[in-house]
């Protein structure tokens, strides 16, 4: 709750630099999609993520939530009636193939299996919220700019977790918080929560959906790698090899053809970027 407190005004910030851009005034139906995004995107996925880490390590919470990019391609056959080609099943068998090698050795190392399947479903969870959050913002990117989406996207999301946090705990806690966590909480709003959502807009701006997506299949790595050197999680050969399936997998289900690719740019963004969130 902490870090979206700081982080509202900075998302306001990015309201006021989107500003003179030449987008339409909202609608009410613009303002509900908003408040659904804002829902799916960084208040459900974030809130499911964070119940999964109290039963998983960081690496294999990763290694699930990675997965979201096929998510997106299973909803796109659903909704549109794509028929996926060989190519992308194979892709998504690949991901889920690493996915199992990684979580099975959690389950039979840990000697907690229930409580890493548990961990596990709430981590899907959020890969699933935030599919539905990426494929809503097709249509919301082409009417009001990146910039300005993550702006009332993230402004709406803040205003959740704020409602959230004072219907559901005590606020004369926040009274007795030390010092420190406010600044913890005020650089994780900063350089985890805004900045990385404000370098994701300018990315697409300025690289398009396709480069971004191809920079962003680095998350992985470096999340299994800062826990390691940060929390002292330890890295098994099983999550290693988990992780090179899981991103070759990912890396299949870029558009191969340039038709594809704009069609869509000028629609649903590509499932192919990792989440940058948080």
Not at 149 to 164: Q, R, T
Not at 239 to 258: D, E, F, T
């Amino acid at each position: 709750m902490r870090t979206l407190g700081f982080a509202l005004p900075l998302f306001l910030w990015l309201l006021w630099l989107s500003r003179g851009a030449g987008e339409g005034r909202l609608s009410l139906a613009d303002g509900a999609r908003i408040l659904l995004l804002g829902m799916f995107g960084y208040y459900l996925s974030s809130l499911f993520d964070f119940y999964g880490l109290e039963y998983i390590s960081a690496g294999l919470e990763r290694l699930i939530l990675f997965t979201y990019p096929t998510l997106i391609l299973l909803f796109q056959v659903v909704i549109f009636r794509e028929r996926p080609s060989r190519r992308t099943l194979l892709a998504m068998g690949v991901c889920y193939m690493g996915l199992g090698v990684a979580l099975l050795h959690d389950i039979s190392t840990a000697g907690m299996g229930g409580q890493v399947i548990l961990g596990a479903a709430w981590v899907f969870a959020s890969a699933v919220t935030y599919a539905l959050y990426y494929l809503g913002t097709g249509v919301m990117l082409k009417r009001l700019g990146s910039m300005r989406l993550a702006g009332l996207a993230g402004s709406a999301s803040a205003l959740m977790v704020l409602v959230h946090y004072g219907a559901s705990t005590d606020m004369a806690q926040l009274l007795v918080v030390p010092r420190p966590v406010w600044l913890y909480a005020a650089l994780m709003a900063l350089f985890s929560t805004v900045l990385p959502i404000y370098w994701m807009a300018l990315a697409i701006q300025r690289m398009g959906p396709t480069h971004t997506a191809a920079v962003g299949n680095l998350g992985p790595v470096l999340t299994i790698l800062a826990s390691w050197a940060l929390l002292n999680e330890a890295i098994s050969l099983y999550q290693l090899a988990g992780l090179a399936l899981v991103l070759v997998g990912v890396s299949q289900l870029k558009p191969a053809a340039p038709s594809q690719a704009n069609a869509v740019d000028g629609g649903v963004p590509e499932a192919g970027s990792a989440p940058g969130r948080r």
